[in-house]
């Protein structure tokens, strides 16, 4: 029997899909391979989040708001793994499906090489940082000296798991670019639900609090690593079958070109994580200015934003697959339908999910906090996120094409624009105008979502993506 045909998300995911079909918009049979791609990874991603909103829930349970307030201080530090990983794996899927679709499998396993270490080497220097001052870093969120103190023990401790996350995503989007999302969903989500499991013992059994926490994350992300590492070389996993691919630990391992190209297709994604990532610090900051309860609320929010905002880890990853391997096999006219396909049918997905969490906004809020002073206030910001998340839905899909292309320098742009002349002032107009006050919080989570998306959108639909990739497609080395 096959297992993934009973799977609830990929039974939504085509029930969604179909009625897009129906009205027209997308072909039937794109619908069914983009959601075999995209449902492993939604898991993925519903998994993880989960794992954060149960690390923010479980320290409230046994800590209150002020540890709440002290994980959320630290969580953009430990979201540096993510977008210093992040960028480079933008480039990994963009190079490997690339190669997959050409059947160059000499070249996708020197880039996967060429992608492990660029990460190693970028990494390794941030842990040493967290290590040697996790208080200053903290500190310079603003929260209260009660929350520092539980947010730098939070950091000193998952600081060790910052190489481990990163490099979790080069191996999954290796797998994810060679069409195969459902071994990523096993191992990811596998460590995210052992790491759930670890958290629950050491911070209710242990009484180990924050300490508890980042310690669960550490292993679970060391173990799955380990997994990757293993299945890659050896061509697959005892009991999850062989792997699309291989990389071989026999040589060759370098490739001078190929990691020429890797690093001009990921430097601007990594700039992009950052600029998003590095938006958080000073937006944390202004939060803090309107009190620890605000601060709290707008910290469970983007939980529950993260969460709704689970489909584009499958639906953008898809379309970076799928655009890929198109414009590998030289098809720029069906990279841009699958482009377009799975755009349609990712806004879909997020329209309905977007209702829905509308809807349950305040017992959604209660799991988090039960004091009426709060609750309130946490649903506001919920139900704010809830809007913001379609303009998510359409940067995700629409980043999709311009990674697996190479053109990765507007979503840059797009963030740059959306954090820093949009999102940062606004939010800060709360603070210097009273009258205001909260309603620019409200305002800047809709700028932090909805401005990028125009932007990159703007860029999807110019078509200048599909001049892009003729630079880095398999063969473009051989016609230069």
Known sequence: MNWSRLNPVRAVLLAVGSLVARAGLIDRERVE?????????????????????????????????????????????????????????????????????????????????????????????????????????????????????????????????????????????????????????????????????????????????????????????????????????????????????????????????????????????????????????????????????????????????????TPNWGFSMSSSSLVGQALGADDEGEAGEWAADVLRFSMAVYVVIAVGVFALARPIGSVFVDDPDILPTVTAFIRVACVGVLFSGVYGAATGPLRASGDTRWPLYAQLTGLYLFTLPIAYLGVVADPIGVQALYAAIFAEMAVPAVIVYHRYRSGEWKVVSRDYRPDAAATD
């Open 33 to 309: 391979r983009a959601t075999d791609l995209s449902w492993p990874r939604i898991i993925t991603g519903l998994a993880r989040m989960s794992r954060s909103t149960a690390d923010v829930a479980m320290v409230g349970i046994a800590l209150g708001e002020t540890a709440i307030a002290g994980v959320g201080a630290a969580a953009p530090f430990w979201g540096l793994a993510f977008a210093l990983g992040g960028g480079v794996a933008g480039g990994t899927i963009g190079q490997v499906s690339q190669r997959f679709g050409a059947e160059a499998f000499e070249e996708l396993a020197l880039s996967v090489k060429a992608s492990a270490v660029l990460t190693v080497l970028i990494t390794l220097p941030v842990v040493a940082v967290y290590l040697l001052v996790p208080n200053a870093l903290v500190g310079l969120i603003g929260a209260s000296p009660e929350a520092v103190e539980f947010g730098a023990d939070y950091l000193a401790v998952v600081a060790i798991g910052v190489p481990f996350a990163a490099l979790n995503l080069i191996g999954s989007r290796t797998l994810v670019g060679a069409d195969d999302a459902w071994t990523p969903m096993i191992l990811r989500g596998g460590g995210a639900v052992m790491n759930i499991a670890i958290n629950a013992v050491l911070i209710f059994v242990f009484d180990m609090g924050v300490v508890g926490a980042a310690i669960g994350t550490v292993v679970s992300n060391a173990v799955v690593t380990t997994g990757f590492a293993v299945g890659l070389a050896r061509g697959g996993l005892p009991g999850m079958g062989a792997f699309p691919v291989q990389i071989p630990l026999s040589g060759p391992h370098f490739d001078r070109e190929l990691a020429s190209d890797l690093v001009e297709m990921a430097t601007p994604l990594v700039g992009t994580n950052l600029a998003r990532n590095g938006g958080q610090f000073p937006k944390l900051y202004i939060v803090g200015l309107f009190g620890e309860n605000v601060f709290a609320a707008y910290v469970v929010a983007m939980r529950v934003r993260g969460l709704m905002d």
